[in-house]
Antibody
Framework: QVQLVQSGAEVKKPGASVKVSCKVS????????MHWVRQAPGKGLEWMGG????????IYAQKFQGRVTMTEDTSTDTAYMELSSLRSEDTAVYYC???????????WGQGTLVTVSS | EIVLTQSPGTLSLSPGERATLSCRAS???????LAWYQQKPGQAPRLLIY???SRATGIPDRFSGSGSGTDFTLTISRLEPEDFAVYYC??????????FGQGTKVEIK
């Protein structure tokens, strides 16, 4: 059973960066394909990017390219998502989620609220 | 980029009724890469269906998925009180990324 525990809520000013962590237990990070999804208040789900096991690389949604970086520390089984040049529209709950071998995102973190406000 | 359009936006039904949710893709999606999720307020999404028609672990059999190409459907055969929530479709897999539809809210009539 995979468990994903994310870091706590953040408040950032416009123009700053935020780095959200996602600690994996039950499996090692190398066994998983990790993705990041966000949800603005009252809005739908938005895929930001994730690991592509076929290419062995992380792919990003076009909307976030150049502004998002997803990394992994396999020594601590922790995944990270860093978003830069924050603006008010980036206020959202950010989720990490794993892509199952059979398909779909089967395990989710509890979410991290990032608030961007001056 | 594949765009997923869900309809209707809101579905008002009573417990015990059948719910039929639609997800249409802007271009053909492999059935192997279409998923459905349920989300309740304040909670993370829960995977219901993957591969267009396979139920995820622990999902009751009143939930079923079907479709191919550009048209996919999630059916809830008899709504239970706990089924009132927002439902999202998603196409995923490799370089396809993980685009979501905008969601359908199933509310109590």
């Amino acid at each position: 059973q995979v468990q994903l525990v994310q870091s706590g809520a953040e408040v950032k000013k416009p123009g700053a960066s935020v780095k959200v962590s996602c600690k994996v237990s039950g499996y090692t990070l190398t066994e998983l394909s990790m993705h990041w999804v966000r949800q603005a208040p009252g809005k739908g789900l938005e895929w930001m990017g994730g690991f592509d096991p076929e290419d062995g690389e992380t792919i990003y949604a076009q909307k976030f390219q150049g502004r998002v970086t997803m990394t992994e520390d396999t020594s601590t089984d922790t995944a990270y998502m860093e978003l830069s040049s924050l603006r008010s529209e980036d206020t959202a709950v950010y989720y990490c989620a794993t892509e199952g071998v059979a398909g779909g995102f089967d395990y989710w973190g509890q979410g991290t609220l990032v608030t961007v406000s001056s | 980029e594949i765009v997923l359009t869900q309809s209707p936006g809101t579905l008002s039904l009573s417990p015990g009724e059948r719910a039929t949710l639609s997800c249409r893709a802007s271009q053909s999606v492999s059935s192997s890469y279409l998923a459905w999720y349920q989300q309740k307020p304040g909670q993370a999404p829960r995977l219901l269906i993957y591969g267009a028609s396979s139920r995820a672990t622990g999902i009751p059999d009143r939930f079923s998925g079907s479709g191919s190409g550009t048209d996919f459907t999630l059916t809830i055969s008899r709504l239970e009180p706990e089924d009132f929530a927002v439902y999202y479709c998603q196409q995923y897999g490799s370089s396809r990324g993980g685009t979501f539809g905008q969601g359908t809210k199933v509310e109590i009539k």
